[in-house]
């Protein structure tokens, strides 16, 4: 029989590229479409809540970091703040919404900006749930005695796809598009990475499990790169890339319609979990939920209230309003800085939950703060 | 809406009953004539159908809930008076559904002579038959499903067919009657469910309730296509 062994959580770092860029920057950053600025911005930021965000482009929309070297620049903090060496790294789990290529996997430039020697590999494609994903399969390989020491890696460069030249290169007669334009006053970029171990390491996490459900039988597409508005057909299948940039296929769209279906389905997952009895709602006293605005923060609080498994305000803990909203990289950036700032003691239990819009995946993450010297 | 429950049998019952009604809006976007009004693909013709078919079982609709409150005896009182109030709200609902049919350029003498289908056939009956049960408390689960139908009805399904066939949401008033939309609405229900919900017997008899609706309601749905 196959031992199995705890993972721990022993380290966090992060990267956030530049100064933080308030509400009043953005368009300095992203630039004004044909030189006008947006009518909607005001209205999302306002619904949004978030004061301050980072980017890697600078005011020329010239890019300052890769996606992969941001990655790597929060890995190195990570290690840096245990003292580990990359040659005792076994292996590496990466995700990002998008790559600086198509292809290879972002892993495999990640690995490379880091110059990781000889490590298993995973790249997990997807949006902000793919974060917890790569975490689950690193530590399903700690658990399961193949590794000691494996880093997750979550890295995000969403204003690449927010630069005014995009919405400049629409066919003319395209008109407004609010669903094109929604993520462009809420997603910025970042990394977070998190080191696992097959022991404890000081005051740390032991992951105690990590699930998710995913929708995507049930639900349309929600957030999505790569189809136009009421399109069918992938960018792939027009004749030239040109015409798919023209079509709007290559902006990055959220269908807010379908928005509501998230929050139900966040709190739907964890009355699961509750039913499961994997956790209980007086156990929690952290929890870190990836709410990607501060309009979902209230819908959920309502949710959880009628169904009787609201976690007491206070014990909710977020940056989104300082660091933005950086996709999967959100989750890592907010434990490290939660780590950091609010110095959970032993016993103490955290609740991470992140919900994805793209086709309806809610993740979820129980972590057991553990003292290896106690 | 924000208020506990008294006992903690009923918040028990509620979580099962909201779990219930995620997995049914799941259930739902999987039957092909509501997969077609979620991907955008929904034609005039489907909403002529899908008023067709709901009319049949929407014209008993009020009959199983006046059935429920008549097998209520004395001790039930309370519960009696909240199904009456439901039952009002329904009786007569057809009416609308008919105008909207009517309106769309659908013959009335064809809808007011549709049978039920298979599904609306097996919805009825398995409702008259849990509400000619004495103090038939696990219809508290039907209703549950039925109210949380009128508002989705009318918050999500009638938006999005006027939204894609344009009808200027002149000929979706049967889709918008039952959108209460309000957080009385929830409170009474947990008010009733908190005084009637007391056992885990009890419990497990609504939420089994609500399941069959759930299912049953989908089979409706999918005979459409059938």
């Known amino acids: ?27 300095d950053h992203l630039g004004r479409v044909h030189g006008k600025p947006s009518r909607l911005k ?12 980072h980017y890697a482009i600078d005011k020329l929309q010239q890019t300052q970091y890769l996606n992969c070297d941001m990655g790597a620049n929060a890995a190195r903090d990570c290690l840096q703040r245990c003292g580990l060496r990359v040659s005792e790294i076994e292996m590496l789990a990466a995700a990002t919404s998008q790559g600086d290529l198509v292809l290879p ?21 997807g949006i902000c749930s793919s974060s917890l994903m790569a975490l689950k399969s690193a530590a399903n390989a700690i658990r399961l005695g193949e590794h000691s020491k494996a880093l997750v890696v979550a890295s995000e460069f969403a204003s690449r796809l927010f630069k005014a030249s995009r919405y400049e290169a629409l066919d003319k007669h395209y008109g407004q598009d609010f669903n094109a334009e929604f993520l462009r006053w809420m997603l910025s970029d970042g990394a977070g990475a998190v080191l696992l171990e097959n022991a404890p390491r000081g005051r740390c996490l032991q992951i105690e499990w990590i699930k998710s459900f995913s929708h995507a039988d049930a639900f349309p597409v929600c957030m999505s790169v790569g189809q136009a508005k009421d399109g069918r057909q992938s960018w792939q299948d027009y004749p030239s890339y040109a015409e798919a940039e023209a079509a709007g296929a290559l ?6 319609r379908l928005l509501d279906n998230m929050v139900k389905l966040g709190v739907d997952g964890f009355l699961r ?76 239990k955290v609740f991470c939950m992140v919900p994805e819009s793209g086709r309806f995946n809610t993740a979820y993450m129980l972590l057991n703060v553990v003292d290896a010297n106690a | 809406m ?25 259930r739902l976007n999987r039957v092909p004539i509501i997969q077609r009004l979620e991907n955008g693909e929904f034609t005039q013709q489907d909403y002529l159908s899908l008023l067709l078919n709901l009319r049949q079982q929407v014209i008993e609709g009020s009959r199983w809930i006046t059935r429920s409150a008549s097998s209520f005896d004395r001790h039930y009182s309370e519960i009696r008076s909240q199904v009456i109030n439901h039952a009002k709200d329904e009786h007569r609902d057809y009416l609308l559904l008919e105008q909207d049919f009517v309106a769309l350029g659908g013959d009335l003498a064809a809808i007011q002579a549709g049978a039920r289908n298979i599904g609306s056939e097996a919805l009825h009956g398995y409702l008259m038959y849990r509400a000619s049960r004495p103090n038939p408390v696990d219809m508290i689960g039907a209703m549950w499903m039925i109210e949380g139908l009128g ?44 005084s009637v919900c007391r056992e885990s017997t009890t419990h497990r008899a609504i939420v089994k ?18």
């Open chain 1, 1 to 27: 029989m196959t031992d199995v062994y705890n993972a721990y959580l022993t380290s966090t770092g992060r990267f956030l590229p530049g100064p933080p860029i308030n509400n009043d920057q953005i368009e």
């Open chain 2, 209 to 226: 309730t609500a399941q069959v609706v759930a299912r049953l309601y989908c089979m409706q749905l999918d005979e459409i296509d059938g």
């Open chain 1, 273 to 348: 979990l509750l039913a499961s009895e994997l956790v209980t709602v007086s156990s929690i006293d952290h929890v870190l939920c990836h709410y990607s605005s501060d309009f979902f923060r209230s819908k959920i609080f309502d949710l959880l209230s009628a169904a009787g498994a609201m976690v007491p305000e206070e014990r909710w803990y977020t940056n989104l309003y300082e660091r933005g909203n950086t996709g999967c990289a959100s989750i890592f950036i907010m434990l490290d800085e939660f780590l950091r700032s609010r110095k959970p003691a032993p016993g103490e």
């Open chain 1, 105 to 125: 996997g972002f892993g495999s430039m990640l690995q490379a900006a880091m110059e990781l020697p000889d490590i298993e590999l995973l790249t997990a494609h």
């Open chain 2, 151 to 194: 508002e989705k009805m009318a918050s999500n399904w009638a938006d999005r067919i006027d939204e894609l066939i344009a009808l200027g949401g002149e000929k979706t008033c049967f889709l918008r009657y039952h959108g209460h939309n309000d957080a009385s609405h929830l409170e009474t229900f947990c008010h009733m469910l908190d």
């Open chain 2, 2 to 26: 924000h208020k506990t429950m008294d006992n903690a049998e009923a918040q028990q019952c509620l979580q099962s009953l909201m779990r219930v009604w995620f997995d049914f809006e799941r």
């Open chain 1, 251 to 256: 902006l990055l769209r959220q269908d807010v």
């Open chain 1, 42 to 53: 005001a209205k999302i930021l306002a619904s949004n809540g978030i004061k301050t965000r």
